[in-house]
């Protein structure tokens, strides 16, 4: 597959947690991000722009007119303003943009291929508007077909959101192909989808196909790649968002899992109330629920990714150790100490 | 609140599976069905056509026309014919109805309130169509609040579809007010939507919002009602539904659990391989899902609805008896031998 050659859309919005998509897509994508409009933040580059390790050398831009400088072909809209809809400021972006070629991949809430005016001139150009959280049309109810015999599916999961799911998968992907190996990996949210140009919308799926629609994309991975990593979503404790856990435990039926967890968190944010179990209870809670399903071939967590940037690195390793004695299973934090101890896990897993 | 006086369209569906709805509003709705429809058996009344107890006196006529001389208020359309559309040959009768003034209240897949023709017809006439599967558009992420001191939630949880949840659900509202006590029902899927008049189709809804949605529900309900018996759907075990039942588990957060089983079934209906856990384990799987919400107010499963009616009556008396030992729990098919056993036992469970 071409790798694209992206400018991000991202006004506004250079600050590190905001510009989740535009990091994401520049650590993890194949492929080159050109430039990044932000016209709050121009004269710098986005490492600059985001006081942080990701985007050196990538320029910050004043608006598309300067990015096309860059020879971009594709147009990432990479933050969803509040209100969901199309800023009418943007309007005319990402009417050059599609002038000038671009393809248009869009996070925003309202379906910019709903829109008259820019779907005509797509469409006169020729190009794409790939709307990222349109779910499919299409349903499907999982029907429980087993996965190609030797291989391996291997879901993330968490106690809670923003617990590194996506970024460990990645990780894990990335790490796979360097060992030589057979390995994908399926999004299954936006950002993920942005990085790897594929996957499913799983929050925005009618929860009746929620898991036949993620079983279907396993079973082609599976039937490709001897890895599959799939992108967690939410947690089983989770009040609003368990079911969408739910549906990627039993949509993907994973051979192992991956927990992951924020060193010292205690509750789901946003709900003080409800305190996570120990870590060993949300482990067990993961492994049964997929076992439900399969009792006889027991679905297990083999190692845990754990968040640390938020402590100094004596007591991120601390973190590490503490939850190691805790749990009994190797522990690290891909982004600080590596991936490979999970990998490590993985292999030994399959191979015993 | 007016009850209707409903005409059922059924056409070619009076047999008992293929009727449920309309043996279903017939057994519960507290409204009049005056007619059904069903032109492959005129002649006979509703009991006569489905070879069973449910609808002696009610006439089966041959379409709309001979309906309306029953003075129905209501169009009730039963039935959901495969590929989902309105049936050419149904359009007239539809036209009818609302030229005579009925609302229309439809489970097809297909809206009837987006064809452009009995839309127009409707609103010049000012009769409403109701599209049952039609999910509401708001969104809602579920904010875990505590429900009304005092009041009691009961989800109807069970081994798998069509195990008696729905059924049970509206005998133990019917029992609860008969002893006296404050009680509503809450529909959450199709036929108990044209059942109660209210509800929510969960199983359309955006995998996201449902736990918010039905919690929603169940805070207005459990405001207004002492008790609250909330329809189940699905089950923890079905390789495609069990999404559907954990939103309904976090969505109405019970107090308390009715687990539904079929006598005698061991495996999900059409997944011959995915076999029952031990109904002790299935209960368990149940209650620990609420828990892991709120571990420190446990929720019981108090008691068992068994579906005997494959069974004569010296077998469906073992059935149960066998059931009450294997689980330690109060069991009823609450259709042969009354509702009563449950309903005790939920007065006890919080009385105690």
Sequence with gaps: ?????????????LGWHAAKTAVGVIRYAPDTTVAVIDSTHTGMDVAEALQGPVGEGIPVVRDITEALTYQPDTLLIGIAPRGGALPESWRWQLLAAIEHGLNIVSGLHAFVSDDEELRTAAARK????????????????ADFTPHREGSHTVLLVGSDCGSGKMSTALDLNAE????????????????????????????RLIIDFAAGLVEEQVLNF????DWVFVEGQGALNHPGYSPVTLSLLHGSMPDALIFCHKAGQTAIDGYEQCLFPSLNRLIEINEEAVNWLRPERRSKVVGISLITNHLDEPHAREAVEQMMNETGLPVTDPLR????????ALERHFAG
């Design 176 to 203: 796979a192909q360097r060992r030589g190996l057979s390995s994908a990996f399926i999004a299954t949210g936006q950002t993920g989808m942005m990085i790897a140009n594929n996957g499913l919308p799983v929050d």
């Design 337 to 344: 100490f590596g991936v490979a101890p999970l990998m490590d």
């Design 222 to 225: 599976s039937h490709a790649h």
């Design 1 to 13: 597959m071409a790798t694209r050659k992206i400018a991000i859309l991202a006004e506004g919005a």
């Design 126 to 141: 020729g190009v794409t508007i790939w709307d990222v959280r349109r779910p499919p049309a299409r349903t499907r109810v």
